[in-house]
């Protein structure tokens, strides 16, 4: 079988498994499992095969003419690099994860055939972005997969919350995909083509006339589909659909559909200074501004939402800096720890039977409850944190080496102040994630404040918590906790699969993304010892203990008289939460999201709600006024014609003899005047 048979069956296998799932889905359910695992696992075994043909050697490119429109043709190609294959990979392989766990996740789920064949369906779309040579076949993808996250994040579409997250997904994306169409429309005028082989000969040779403008554009889809800053906002709410498909979102799918095409046509960008200054801003803000924001989080999908959000940024401020190897790096490295962290949560939410951080870290035995959960998610969270040897230790290195290399004038077209804001942006927020991730180890598994009864031996709050962890569910963790810990340090052997430039970390960088990680896992600590401390001295939901001012009070009402101590937290759910002594009073604004959401609720939201009221004013006031007004004048004639119809000859007789004298007398005065 041949390089490009094996190309087409890749995302046609999915397809025809997710067009199968859903005609057979009612009529056949026996058949739903195997084919919502098979197809997938079949296409991640050629992907692999395929990755290991091309061997990060010389693209290979087909196509055939798909129709002819008159004038930039539109063609049915083919590219497969080195980036290619492996992100084809990452998707098949996280892709199949996925499906297994759900077998086990949703097994009394009555809808699970309509969601297996939904992901099947988005594992192909975003295999047709990956392998395709074409930007219109791209955009099928693109637009493909948007529609089935607006499913998929409404497969609970029974409670508001995850009706609300779809639609806001669906809109915000689109909002940004509006500006991306225009901006493939003007790169193919200018370059005279859609094939990304032609696009990058032409960018080469010069042949680019309005390359910030087309920069910009693509940029407002990228920044849509990739959830960066400002139209990020939907993602953090997406973690309303089921956790295996937030795991698909965040590691493999639709939010690395922006990072990867900008991998792709990376020279497009380069073309121009201020759009990769833009692109190292928005970078900045976006990681920055998520760490903080997981910082502030109890829901613990929330806080993996936002992690995701500021590890994007991490991958879009190498692109800035003009290293799509490392971007890519980090690409592949969080897909895997970060698909495993979603699934862990899954399982720690199934034992837990509750979402809220606050609330696992009451609860006794509860890591002893999910061992398996536990100890692979600290495995993906020292990923996360870029603790070496763990996988994001390499690839987040690579980000860092890349901006200060750029930085420091060694990236030829690369702004010097791109490189700083990258840089800098970087450094912080792997304070910040080192923070996040410790918060969330400590309040989900580690000894100390458990108020709460044990779980163990308490009823479950909900009928999932009465069934163990199904076995495949932590098996899939197990198998994904092996490239968290191992793939990093295929960063040697990559560089000859991408650019050829090496993601070996640097000792600058090294020295400083390791240290300024540990500052943060270390203050966290000692935040959470703090508190809890301060906290025990209260237990929740008891009187207090000291006899004197404070007795005969609950733990809120003595926490709202010591503010000093804790701060303005009285209406907090768990005042030992670190989160609150580190962000002081920043946290309220970080729980928020830095209230983006009522910013645009100002924004569009207000004037959109207020020109729909205005219209509909205007439509029952004064256009329905008109056609109101346009059937009454003939009906009020009628009447009038009406009344005159009485039936009797005499008067019908009369009338006519009157008409004629009126027009005998008018046709006399009429000539008598013209003489």
């Not at 401390?533 to 404070?550: I, K, R």
């Not at 020109?611 to 256009?623: C, T």
């Amino acid at each position: 079988m041949n390089t490009t048979t094996l190309a087409v069956l890749v995302p046609l296998l999915p397809f025809l498994g997710a067009l199968a799932g859903l005609l057979l889905g009612r009529t056949a359910p026996a058949f739903v499992r195997p084919l919502a695992v098979l197809p997938v696992l079949a296409a991640a075994v050629l992907a692999v095969l395929l990755a290991v043909r091309q061997g990060g050697g010389a693209a290979v490119d087909a196509s055939t003419r798909l129709t002819p429109t008159g004038s930039v043709p539109v063609d049915l190609a083919l590219h497969l690099d080195g980036f290619a294959v492996l992100v084809a990979v990452l998707v098949t392989v996280v892709s199949l994860c996925v499906q297994l766990y759900s077998t086990g996740y949703l097994r009394d789920d009555p809808r699970y055939p309509s969601y297996a064949a939904l992901v099947s369906l988005f594992t192909s779309a975003m295999l047709l972005v990956v392998y395709s040579g074409d930007l219109m076949v791209l955009l099928v993808g693109w637009e493909v997969m948007g529609i089935c996250s607006y499913f998929l994040i409404g497969h609970y579409w029974e409670t508001p919350e995850a009706r609300a997250a779809s639609l806001k997904a669906f809109l915000v994306t689109k909002l940004g995909d509006v500006p991306f169409l225009f901006g493939l429309f003007a790169l193919a005028a200018d370059t005279g083509s859609f094939r990304v082989t032609e696009i990058l000969r032409a960018v080469s040779h010069g042949g680019l006339d309005h390359p910030t403008l087309i920069a910009l554009l693509l940029l407002a889809g990228v920044a849509g589909k990739s959830a960066q800053f400002p139209l990020h906002t939907w993602l953090p709410d997406a973690m309303a659909g089921p956790t295996p498909v937030s795991a698909l979102i965040h590691a493999a799918t639709m939010v690395a559909a922006g990072v990867y095409f900008v991998a792709r046509l990376l020279p497009v960008f380069t073309a121009s200074a201020a759009a990769l200054v833009v692109l190292a801003v928005m970078a900045a803000l976006t990681m920055t501004g998520s760490a903080l924001a997981a910082l502030a989080q109890d829901d613990i999908k929330r806080v993996l939402a936002y992690s995701t959000v500021g590890q994007l940024g991490y991958m879009t401020g190498a692109l800035a800096v003009g290293d799509r190897g490392a971007a890519v790096f980090h690409l592949l490295s969080h897909g895997a720890f970060k698909a495993l962290l979603f699934l862990a949560a899954g399982v720690v939410i199934h034992a837990a039977g509750t979402n809220s951080l606050a609330a696992m870290s009451r609860m006794p035995g509860l890591r002893a409850r999910i061992p398996d959960a536990f100890w692979t998610m600290t495995v993906a969270l020292l990923a996360l944190a870029a603790i070496p040897p763990f996988s994001g230790f390499f690839s987040k290195e690579a980000v860092l080496g890349a901006a200060e290399h750029a930085a420091t004038g060694d990236a030829a077209g690369v702004p010097g102040a791109a490189g700083w804001i990258v840089l800098v942006a970087g450094l912080v927020t792997a304070v910040l994630t080192g923070a996040y991730a410790t918060r969330l180890w400590l309040l989900v598994g580690a000894p100390g404040r458990r108020t709460g009864p044990d779980p163990a031996k308490a009823e479950p709050a909900t009928t999932e918590t009465h069934h163990p962890t199904p076995v495949v569910m932590n098996v899939i963790l197990w198998v994904l906790a092996v490239p968290s810990l191992l793939f990093g340090l295929t960063a040697g052997v990559l560089p000859d699969w991408f650019d050829s430039r090496s993601l070996t970390p640097t000792l600058t960088t090294s020295v400083l993304g390791t240290g300024v990680a540990l500052v943060g896992v270390v203050l966290t600590y000692g935040a959470w010892r703090h508190t809890v401390a301060l906290a025990a001295q209260y237990p929740l939901g008891a009187v207090t203990a000291d006899p004197g001012a404070d007795s005969g009070r609950t733990e809120a009402e003595a926490i709202a008289s010591h503010a000093a101590v804790y701060g303005d937290i009285s209406g907090a759910a768990d005042p030992a939460d670190p989160g609150r002594l580190l962000l002081g009073p920043l946290h309220r604004h970080a729980a928020a999201g830095f209230h983006l959401d009522a910013v645009y609720a100002a924004l569009f939201e207000r004037p959109v709600r207020a020109a729909a009221v205005l219209v509909r004013f205007l439509d029952a006031a004064v256009v329905d006024t008109y056609v109101r007004g346009a059937a009454a004048g003939p009906k009020l004639l009628g009447a009038a014609v009406r009344r005159a119809q009485t039936g009797n000859t005499q008067t019908y007789l009369g009338a006519l003899l009157a008409g004629s004298v009126v027009l005998a007398v008018a046709a006399v005065l009429y000539a008598a005047a013209g003489a």
